[in-house]
């Protein structure tokens, strides 16, 4: 070893791992073959530069505590509900076929009982990591094939869980001579600290959270030590450590604060547990991998080839169609970085020894490798060779529409960022206009309070991008950032361009030079809060019940009255109320848009956000604001306008006619707003435009007015496509 400075060893292990990173990177494979490269380079049977010691190791060991960490952060099991028993199925189908076929082809190649038992244990578990990575690249993590994959993929997070809580059992009973006595000791050490876990979980951190987390600092440093002590606390009651991790990781899973926790603890577990896989490189004797190699080549062709096969044969008998089988089988054509954390457990508990874990190290190294190309190009794969996987499909693939139509994520029409007093009115009076809003705040007594109805809450922090990872953002129409500042602003934005975000994107501005900076970069809106609250003051100070007032000679009593959007009062004519009649109070002015209209008519058309000036007696008035601001009942009995095509027939009564003489508005209460002829559309037609035969016109109103319409305009009724607001 040619390095005796930690630190320079250090220096050199990161400059190796970043080179040999950055062309792994380029030949689009996991950075956990780099990584071991990395050891096997630098350490003993490479150039020998350097020693991976205790010290080193210690990273290592924590690095591995925090993955299991987030792991148990991540354990969705209501994605594995909502799936049904497919990824019960699958998961568990292909451990059982994998442990039980790997052991027979250990047995057949000369490995002991217990040897045989890690190989085939550790063939069994794929990557989550790697699989949610390739996934989310290709943005299939949201289709069928990809929650699929991701609920038996958790199937076997907690499968291998419990195979280290048995090897551990194992190990202490091999240790004393007493496996029945000290496996049931073992068993009553883990119900204690299950059930002390739960007790905190129940009456200590949901309280202890929120106060935690008003410093996001202060809540990343909790989760490591807890995860750290927990760790530490199964390693003492002779767990392993990443039992202990993974209990601390499930402990926080149902608080609010799991997604920010997962998200800024990423970065640190990657850079920790490169110091493991480089370690595993390092410990590899090459020379020893030699005799290695037709074993491993067998176990990987039957991990690569095997595994699809029995998740295809599985799902197929299920009611998947072949394709969707065939995607989510690849997913696990490729060993776990848990294989290789099993094999060094195996190791330190005397089971195996370092020949096999070298084994199961190039048993990993091949099948990541391969499987990665595998998944990038699977569809392409698929292409060519669908025509033979006939045999994995039934005749009715009966469950795949099932499941496409049941299960979808979460859905939302607006994701809005910032619940402060400017965000939370936005967000209500979004949920007043019937939409969906899923709401994301950093503070964590925001988060806690008990949330309006229709509005779901996150927490979470705008400048962290991994946020958008935990947000369904591909199935909302709209994001919207209500927290005022340059760098958050677009760092949202750019990070939802990078994700390919399909919907329209709404941010904050506090003046006119960060407005045109969001335009420039691509913002579909800006709202400028100060700038329209100002507005609406100078409206309000400026409004017609002031001049009334000071115009009227008589001392009168005036009340106002905004229509809100789902007043029922909105869209109808002022005489359609008939106030006057009802209340004895009279509409004597309307303000609209900073203009003051007078004395307005029977026919004069009452818009949203209109304010109503009116002149009565004050029980009169009283009586009038209660008809002014009364709602429709039923939200979805709500009329809502449609927007639709109307084809005419060569013998239409319309033809020959301008839009003025037919007076769409007046005689059938339908707007004509686009006219397509042959080829060429005109959004907008002039009042003087003549309908020609075979013309289509673009209207909007409601649906019966519509189908009124087309009765008119041709001899037989027809249906028309339409989109509602």
């Not at 139509?405 to 209500?428: H, Q, W």
Request: aromatic share 8%.
């Amino acid at each position: 070893m040619l390095l005796e400075n930690l630190f320079y060893e250090t220096a050199l292990i990161l400059a190796a791992s970043a080179f040999l990173g950055a062309l792994a990177l380029k030949f689009r494979q996991p950075l956990i073959v780099a990584f071991i490269a990395v050891g096997i380079l630098v350490g003993p049977s490479g150039l020998d530069l350097v020693g991976i010691d205790e010290r080193l190791g210690l990273l290592a060991e924590i690095g591995i505590a925090i993955l299991l960490f987030v792991v148990g952060l991540k354990l969705d099991l209501h994605l594995i509900r909502t799936m049904g028993p497919v990824a019960m199925a699958t998961g568990l189908g292909q451990v059982a076929f994998t442990s039980l076929f790997g052991f027979f082809i250990a047995q057949a190649l000369g490995f002991s009982i217990v040897g045989a038992l890690y190989v085939a244990v550790a063939l069994t578990f794929s990557s989550t990591i790697i699989i949610v990575k390739l996934l989310s690249d290709k943005r299939e993590i949201d289709a069928l094939h990809g929650r699929i994959a991701v609920g038996f993929l958790i199937v076997q997070d907690i499968a291998v869980i419990l195979a280290m809580i048995g090897l551990t059992a194992l190990g202490a009973g091999e240790a004393t001579g007493h496996l029945w006595i000290d496996g049931l000791l073992v068993l009553l050490k883990g119900a204690f600290l299950i059930g002390g876990v739960a007790l905190l979980m129940r009456f200590v951190l949901p309280y202890l959270l929120p106060h935690l987390a008003r410093t996001q600092e202060l809540l990343l440093l909790f989760a490591i030590a807890w995860a750290i002590f927990l760790a530490a606390v199964g390693d003492f009651l002779d767990f392993s450590k990443e039992v202990g991790a993974f209990l601390a990781g499930v402990s926080l899973a149902s608080t609010a604060f799991r997604e920010t926790i997962a998200s800024r603890l990423v970065s640190l577990r990657d850079f920790l547990l490169l110091f493991f896989f480089i370690g595993l490189g390092a410990q590899l004797d090459l020379s020893m991998l030699e005799a290695q190699v037709v074993p491993a080549l067998i176990f990987s062709a039957f991990v690569l080839i095997g595994n699809p096969l029995i998740v295809m044969a599985i799902m197929g008998f299920m009611g998947y169609r072949k394709r969707t089988g065939f995607l989510a089988g690849l997913t696990v054509a490729q060993i776990s970085e848990f294989s290789l954390i099993l094999g060094a457990l195996g190791v330190s508990l005397g089971h195996i020894d370092r020949e096999t874990l070298g084994l199961i190290t190039l048993v990993g190294l091949i099948t990541i490798g391969l499987s990665t190309y595998l998944i990038l190009y699977s569809h392409p794969i698929y292409q060519r060779i669908s025509p033979f996987l006939g045999i994995f499909e039934r005749r009715v693939p009966y469950r795949e529409a099932e499941e496409e139509s049941g299960g979808e994520p979460e859905k939302v029409d607006v994701i809005l960022f910032g619940l402060g007093r400017y965000g939370r009115n936005i967000a209500e009076n979004l949920v007043r206009r019937g939409k969906r809003v899923l709401a994301v705040d950093f503070d964590p007594e925001v988060v806690s309070a008990e949330p309006a109805k229709g509005i779901s809450v996150r927490y979470g922090a705008v400048e962290d991008p991994e946020i958008l990872e935990h947000l369904p953002f591909r199935h909302s129409r709209w994001v919207v950032n209500a927290i005022p500042g340059r760098e958050p602003n677009l760092s949202l934005l750019h990070a939802l361009r990078e994700k390919g975000y399909p919907g329209k994107i709404v941010l904050t501005a506090h003046n006119r030079s960060e407005a045109e900076t969001y335009r420039q970069a691509g913002a579909n809106k800006v709202l400028w809060p100060f700038v329209d609250a100002a507005e609406q003051a100078v409206d309000y100070l400026t409004d017609s019940r002031e001049e009334f007032t000071e115009l009227t000679p008589w001392p009168v009593t005036l009340e106002e009255v905004k229509l809100r959007p789902d007043s029922l009062a909105s869209g109808k004519k002022i005489g359609d109320l008939s106030l006057r009649s009802r209340t004895g109070a009279s509409v004597v002015a309307v303000d609209r848009a900073g203009r003051s209209h007078f004395d307005p008519g029977s026919d004069f058309l009452l818009l949203p956000g209109d304010r109503l000036v009116l002149l009565g007696t004050e029980e009169g008035l009283k009586m009038a604001r209660r008809l002014l601001e009364e709602v429709e009942a039923e939200a979805e009995e709500k009329q809502k306008f449609h927007v639709a095509e109307i084809p005419l027939d060569s013998g239409s009564s319309w033809s020959g006619k301008t839009l003025t003489e037919l007076d769409f508005r007046h005689r059938h209460g339908i707007s004509v707003i686009g006219l397509q002829r042959g080829e060429e559309r005109i959004l907008s037609p002039s009042p003087e435009e003549t309908l020609r035969p075979h013309d289509i016109l673009l209207v909007l109103g409601h649906p019966d007015a519509i189908r009124e319409c087309l009765k008119k305009a041709n001899s037989e009724e027809r249906s028309f496509r339409h989109g509602s607001s």
